[in-house]
DNA sequence: AATGAATGAGAATTCATTCAT
DNA sequence: TATGAATGAATTCTCATTCAT
């Protein structure tokens, strides 16, 4: 039957490609399944996206435009390092719970080779974070709570590294077995996680 | 696998199966560019192992293996903490460049949904890694060194998390780049990095 | 059709369609293209006709139409032989150059196999072709100046032949070339060619 | 099942190939047909052949190759100008029904736009052709039998043209049906058909 | 009546896997 | 036993045709 497609149906379209490219990955995903899960014929998604390359981008583009909407917040408001530490930790991990999808996503584009699309909307994300960390990096320091001897670079690497893992930890599955192999009884207490992780944190940074 | 690996024709394959898996990925590796590059037939290829997947845990399998070496040197020797922690990263990051294949087989199985085979690989040397660290972690609790409040487990999870994205960040390729993009001029320099990743570590674990 | 092409906009839609079956041909033609350049939408192609093949069909009748047009002319007026082949090899390289996309409309149907509606169509204007070609050399019989042993028929074959691939040989690209292969210097010499053509054409009827 | 193509199947695929494309053009040929006719798989045509057009310039070497062979016995042996062209004629006419299909890809490639190579091929055919037929009124004008003022590449692209429209008459649907039109009851009389063309031809070239 | 978005069958092409030699 | 040509299902992508608006 030819029906116009409701505009629910059009953030269907992306929201199936998400869920098939973070669920099997780009080569595994599958057009006619993404279209069968959105309830669209394949030629639709053809006039809308040029190839699959192009709809993984849009995909991508719609996850990462969710995670850089999260980084935002964290210069925002006034609290103690260790707030805000705990706070960009806590965001990290209720955001996981909410878009693990978006997460497998950034995750799914840390293997294989995409397109030069796909490389600069990576690469503006990680300056993004770069940036935001780096800057807040030197803030410490500048205030003189950063601990001497370490390098506002290395210090904003070490904590995105850290907030990284932890995001797959909550979102792809591989790195989620693996966080209940480490935490065990830990795993389902993230109220817990989180305080551990700020205390370590708070410890490498700032020397308590 | 009708035959156990011991000629080096065996060597061979499974080398050339790391070459093409870490280098293209699962689905874009071609069974036949590995024959090729094997010096083999697929018909001989396919009398060893079962299918693709087969080939491919098999692959996976020698390259843990190589990874688990190294962790069975964690615990040797008498040194310090700070000493202990700094041969573990030089030692990380030593292999990543020795292995990058290895390292990246290790992260091709953290994306897409491998089969029961690889994910029981996987989960032992997660086990294996688990434990040592948490060994060491509880060894220093005992000593009285890990920082009151600090939960063994978090603080073997967070040690494990450093070093799996260091590893990731000095072989596969996005996130080499994006070390590019934090560290700048410090990207070149290992030495500095390990050095700085020692401070942050000893300031989370020992408070020092 | 439910209507008959007498509109502006259906000579237009028809001119549109003759423009990309003879740029594309048949199968690479679009309709979508054709119904933009047309300045309509699909829908309305496809009220007033049935299908793609049925759609063609209506251009290449159009484009027939001029072609015989042009036959008609032959036998009109009154002049010796030389200066009739003369004025017919003048008009059908003028009409060549004139409605390039008419000659290769024509060429189109011969190659591919089209409907009924098509070949009946085609049938129609070598019918015509052959009547006048024929009655003309029926004329030259009568008065004796065909030459002795050439029948009608034959006659008017070889001399259709020879217009037919003349009008390719400056309609379609392949023709074209060829004839550039064929003729070098003489190939930007259309007045040459043709007194060469009457000259030719006139030893083979008239035997002078 | 698995057999090895015997050479007789592959002979057969270009076969298969020649009838598919001559009959339904380029375009509508399908290339599963043509493996099924040809008694094959898909798979063993792509590996044979990088992909359908590479396939149709095979199919099309091989079809000019015999056109080829036939051009070169035009100047072969010892004989009057009118036996040479009566041989000529009845060899492109004999030669029309042994391999219709042949001509019918030389037709073919006169319509839409093709490769590089197909190209190549094309322009190859038609210069062997130019030279062969320009050579031999070169012959004819120094022998003094060409008419005065017949230029040698007119008279060839002359005979060079009723040639290949005599070929299409006789392999091409199109070009068939539109041979019975003009020649009725001359139509199945090959023999008077050659005559009358050869008549004609001498009255062109030769005057008499 | 006119629009043009939606449909989906069908095409070319790939490549893991098989098995005749 | 080893080979690698043959298989054919599955994938992406196109576009004539339809029909809800």
Redesign the interface.
């Known amino acids: 039957m030819l029906k116009k497609l409701t505009s629910e149906q059009q953030e269907c379209i992306i929201e199936a490609g998400i869920e098939e490219f973070a669920?099997?990955?780009f080569?595994?995903a599958s057009i006619k399944n993404i279209a069968k899960n959105a309830g669209i014929s394949v030629g639709v998604l053809y006039k809308y996206y040029k190839n699959k390359d192009d709809f993984f981008n849009a995909c991508l583009e719609e996850s990462l435009k969710v995670l850089i909407g999260k980084l935002e917040e964290f210069l925002e408001g006034d609290m103690t390092p260790r707030e805000r530490v705990k706070k960009i930790f806590t965001a990290v991990i209720e955001f996981s719970h909410e878009h693990p999808k978006a997460v497998k996503m950034y995750?799914?584009?840390?293997?294989?080779?995409f397109s030069p699309k796909a490389r600069e909307l990576?690469?503006r994300i990680?300056?993004i974070s770069?940036d935001t960390y780096?800057a807040y990096m030197k803030a410490l320091k500048e205030v003189g709570l950063l601990?001497p001897?370490?390098?506002e670079?290395?210090?904003?690497?070490?904590f995105?590294?850290?907030l990284?893992?932890?995001q797959?930890?909550y979102s792809?599955?591989?790195?989620d077995?693996?966080?209940k192999?480490?935490?065990?009884d830990?795993y389902d207490d993230d109220e817990?996680?989180i305080e551990?992780?700020v205390?370590?944190?708070d410890?490498?940074?700032?020397?308590?």
Chains 1, 2, 3, 4 share one sequence.
């Open positions: 669920d099997r990955g080569e595994k995750h799914e584009i840390t293997s294989g080779s990576a690469k990680e300056e770069s780096r601990r001897g370490v390098d670079k290395a210090a904003a690497f070490f995105d590294n850290l990284v893992i932890m797959f930890s792809v599955d591989y790195f077995e693996r966080r192999i480490y935490l065990s830990l817990a996680l551990q992780m205390t370590l944190v410890g490498a940074l700032l020397g308590r």
